[in-house]
């Protein structure tokens, strides 16, 4: 066992490079270079700056670290393993045989990093920009409930957040927006440490990367520190006691690291990058750490190490906490409860209740706005239902307009609502980071930018987060901003993430519905997607439109032995509704299904969608102000969509509506013809 604190501390080092080495030789794939090169940077956070209780890990007030580079998932899996994490059960949370099964099946040592799969990942990582923008969204929810819960104390619930990140988070676009935001906002409770290898899977970055980071964030109002030697464990000390002392920005470590640190052969060069080293190379690696013990063994004396640095320090972290902790329960009970449903993600008992209810209204009014109206009325119950719009608040009526609401700023971050900017892509980032944090969070924008959003929010339903997406401006409804703003394909590919429900309410008791849905998600996020123009509010009863909502789809209108079923969803319902007035004058009986939510639908039994969907009415007319993509479904191989196969136009959305055939007479000219061709109908 060695005898001297830098052995120790250089064993635990190199038993990180060798976990990972090990791990991606023994799957046949994998990263090792990165594990390899930023051990110490990893090793001196967690051992002696990390305020992370490893018995506890999901202690609210820990600090977080993210692995944004998920690639390099070893590095975090060694880590964990060696800390000692334990989960709920009290069990670890990554085993050495986990370690030994990397990448393969029900391993919680995936590819890369995934939320959920082990105590101790953050969040899932991968897709590059994602876990610094992730991490954007942490360092604000820390922020935001320090300022509400505690007068900025940060002795309850505050907490920082550090995040390894690659070249490729530095050239992805939505890495510039979280930092840009972060920059503005002056998260001084956030760090990230930029591991400058130069080295990306096609080579050198010299291929296409030139600038000067360090200018650049400089410009972003970071505070920039620079580290010539990832081995220098001192000089990385010292960066993170700066960081700490700094309290009006974000800070960026340049970490100079060589990928694949010990290799002879193979570091410094992409071969370190996404392969294994191979055996004769890992060899060659381990001789030059001076390494003599055998695969996937960890020397004598390294966990003792871990515990007696990060364990000693985490466990009295916590016991502090804990008594604060306790303190605020008997000082303040009103906090403690609201801190407990927010650890626990839960919601208030009887939130309900506070659900808006619309009388009839021929005249109505877009789904949009009812939905702001609903937001409200929720915020007014959910003090934590918190978020914003990307530059589009007050078309996506997305404000929550209570005085005491304020906007989230540098100044204010106590502020519920959040202004993103022109940064689609990171603001659902962000909210997934506040949504991992116990945050009810909430992006806005129109629906035809999902386009620019959907990695985030693909990411939201892979992590089983219950962000909300509130999408506006949902169809050629919208009328003469024109096809660039008209979106036609974006439900089916919303409808195609596994995992989201999808909703789009016909009225306003039906955008009350989806939110009561939508809020009592825990494990699956939302995309509501709302009109601009305005739809009238249906005369029915809005109980039953609520429980009609639940179940994804419900009968509006019924006939007597119908004939048809014209289903319909948004804007598109009411002139079904027409249609189906229409038709019944001339013989015709038709029942009028609302579809909000195909996913709710298809999570029932089939008695009930046999009753709503009868299979002995084959003449189905689907209406939707989109593509058919996904409809046949629900309508059979005999169905007719009536709907959109191109992209729109500018003109005002009346004529574009008639243009496309989207009308009460072309419903009922089709459903005629149906039945003509079916025998049910004379000509």
């Known amino acids: 066992m060695p005898t ?44 002696r700056h990390l305020r992370y209780d490893p018995a506890h890990p999901d202690w609210l007030a820990r600090d977080r670290f993210v692995l944004s580079c998920g690639h390099a998932s070893m590095l975090l899996y060694s880590v964990l393993h060696l800390a000692g994490v334990r989960n709920s059960q009290g069990q670890p949370a990554i085993s050495l045989n986990d370690i030994r099964n990397f990448r393969q099946l029900h391993s919680p040592c995936a590819g890369h990093p995934e939320f959920g799969a082990a105590a101790g990942i953050e969040t899932t990582t991968g897709p590059l920009g994602q876990g610094i923008a992730n991490s954007v969204g942490m360092a604000v929810a820390s922020k935001w409930l320090s300022a509400r819960y505690e007068q900025n104390q940060n002795a309850v619930c505050g907490f920082n957040v550090y995040a390894l990140c690659s070249d490729g988070d530095m050239m992805e676009g939505i890495g510039c927006e979280a930092a840009s935001i972060a920059g503005h906002l002056k998260l001084d409770n956030l760090c990230w440490i930029y591991d400058d290898n130069q080295i990306t899977i096609e080579g050198g970055t010299d291929l296409t990367f030139s600038e000067n980071v360090q200018q650049r964030f400089k410009g972003l109002g970071w505070h920039v520190l620079t580290v010539d030697d990832a081995n220098d464990l001192d000089a990385i000390d010292q960066a993170f006691e700066s960081f700490k002392s700094i309290d009006d920005r974000p800070t960026l470590i340049i970490l100079r690291s060589i990928i694949g640190y010990g290799a002879p052969n193979k570091q410094n060069t992409a071969a370190a990058h996404g392969s294994p080293l191979g055996e004769q190379e890992i060899v060659l690696a381990k001789e030059y750490y001076d390494w003599t013990f055998g695969k996937f063994e960890i020397p004598e004396g390294v966990y003792e190490h871990f515990q007696e640095t990060l364990g000693r320090r985490g466990a009295e972290d916590f016991a502090a906490w804990q008594q604060v902790w306790n303190e605020l329960k008997i000082s303040d009970l009103g906090k403690y409860q609201d801190l407990s449903l927010i650890l626990q993600r839960k919601l208030p008992t009887g939130w309900e209740s506070w659900l808006p209810v619309f009388e009839p209204d021929s005249k109505g009014m877009a789904t949009r706005v009812s ?17 914003g719009s990307a530059d589009l608040a007050g078309s996506n009526k997305s404000l929550i307009e209570h005085k005491e609401a304020g906007d989230f700023d540098s100044d204010h971050f106590a502020g519920r609502n959040f202004h993103f900017g022109i940064r689609e892509h990171s603001m659902a980032a962000i909210c997934n980071g506040m949504s991992l944090t116990g945050l009810r969070a909430y992006a806005a924008t129109f629906f035809v930018f999902t386009d620019y959003l959907r990695p985030a929010m693909r990411l939201s339903c892979l992590m089983h987060q219950p962000v ?19 979106p036609v394909e974006h439900l089916a590919a919303c409808r195609a993430i596994p995992n989201l429900l999808v909703m ?20 699956r996020p939302t995309a509501l997607v709302l009109t601009r123009q305005d739809v009238p509010t249906m005369p029915v009863d809005a109980h039953r439109v609520a429980d009609g909502v639940k179940h994804g789809a419900y009968v509006v209108h019924d006939g007597d032995q119908p004939q048809v079923i014209l289903l319909g969803t948004g804007s598109e319902l009411p002139i079904c509704v027409a249609a189906a007035q229409h038709l019944e004058r001339i013989g015709i009986s038709v029942r009028v299904v609302s579809m909000p939510c195909w996913e709710l639908f ?82």
């Open 4 to 47: 001297s604190s830098v052995d120790i501390q250089q064993l635990a080092v190199n038993t990180i490079r060798t976990l990972s080495m090990d791990a991606v030789q023994s799957a046949n794939s994998g990263h090792p270079g990165t594990p390899m090169a930023l051990a110490p940077v990893t090793y001196s956070l967690w051992t």
């Open 468 to 486: 909300l997406y509130i999408l506006t401006h949902d169809s050629i409804g919208l009328g003469e901003d024109g096809p660039t703003h008209q």
């Open 602 to 683: 298809d999570e029932q039994s089939s008695e009930y969608r046999n009753a709503v969907l009868p299979p002995n009415i084959a003449t189905r007319i689907a209406v939707e102000a989109g593509i058919a993509q996904g409809w046949e479904k629900y309508i059979g191989p005999s169905g007719r969509f009536i709907g959109m196969s191109s992209f729109g136009a500018s003109a005002p959305f009346e004529t574009l509506y008639e243009h496309f055939g989207i009308t009460t007479d072309n419903i009922v000219s089709v459903a005629q013809q149906m039945l003509i061709e079916r025998g049910q109908c004379d000509e």
């Open 504 to 523: 789009r309410p016909a009225d306003a008791n039906e955008v009350s519905g989806c939110y009561k849905v939508a809020l009592s998600q825990s494990t």
């Open 371 to 387: 939905s702001g109206k609903v937001l409200n009325a929720m915020a007014d119950r959910i003090p934590w239902l918190v978020g």
